[in-house]
Each structure stands twice: as structure tokens, then as C-alpha cells.
């Protein structure tokens, strides 16, 4: 089954820091463009970062930029998002996804993705 499962979410304070894992199962990670995004309660979800390994792209939404940080584990077929520096704002549900580019800081379709996400809850 080729499927994405985000996990890693959780409560913290401000300034505090999480990492957020996005396993694959049932294909290569590091044969797409991974882009990690978010959506807080009524507003639409927005793109946070993306990379691309095919083509060595990285992109940061301005609001995260120097925050956070994407990284992956072929290894674990994994992609990580590293959040330091965490203000309430950053509070949403966090979804990853796969495709086959990036375009900025989201993707130019979907391959897999739209899970479950995981909850980022930040304290102020």
C-alpha cells in the first residue's frame, strides 16, 4: 500500500521546538518532490517548505524561514521537518505530500499525501 503517515506533532511552548516525521511506505521518498504543509483551524492550508532531491530545490514559506528546517532519511524512507523558534501562529495541522516538483513552496501535484496530519499546538 503506498501511503504517507505524518507523526512527531504535539504542545509546546513558545520557543520550544519539534520535529515532525513523514514516513513512506510502498514507494521511494527520495524519488519526489516532498513538501510539507499546514492548516489552522478556519483558514486554508498554506505550503510551509518543499524539497526536491531530484533536483536539489529547497523552498521556505517567509514565515518559517530560519525556523525551520527539511531534511530526509532514504534510510528510513523519511522526510523530517525540524521546528525551532515556535510561536503560537505556528499552531495547525501538519500534512505531508509527495509529487513529482516542487513549485515554490508547494508542489506541482499531488502523488500521495492528505493524511491524517499531525497537531501542532504552540502555547504562547
Known amino acids: 500500500e503506498v501511503k504517507l503517515v505524518e507523526s512527531g506533532g504535539g504542545l509546546v511552548q513558545a520557543g520550544g521546538s519539534l520535529r515532525l516525521s513523514c514516513a513512506a511506505s510502498?514507494?521511494?521518498?527520495?524519488?519526489?518532490?516532498i513538501g510539507w504543509f499546514r492548516q489552522a483551524p478556519g483558514k486554508a492550508r498554506e505550503g510551509v517548505s518543499c524539497s526536491s532531491s531530484r533536483d536539489g530545490s529547497t523552498y521556505y514559506a517567509d514565515s518559517v524561514k530560519g525556523r525551520f528546517t527539511i531534511s530526509s532519511d532514504n534510510a528510513k524512507n523519511t522526510v523530517y521537518l525540524q521546528m525551532n523558534s515556535l510561536k503560537p501562529e505556528d499552531t495547525a495541522v501538519y500534512y505531508c505530500a509527495a509529487s513529482w516538483k516542487c513549485s515554490g513552496v508547494a508542489i506541482a501535484g499531488v502523488y500521495k499525501g492528505w493524511g491524517q496530519g499531525t497537531q501542532v499546538t504552540v502555547s504562547s
Open positions: 510502498g514507494f521511494t521518498l527520495d524519488d519526489y518532490a
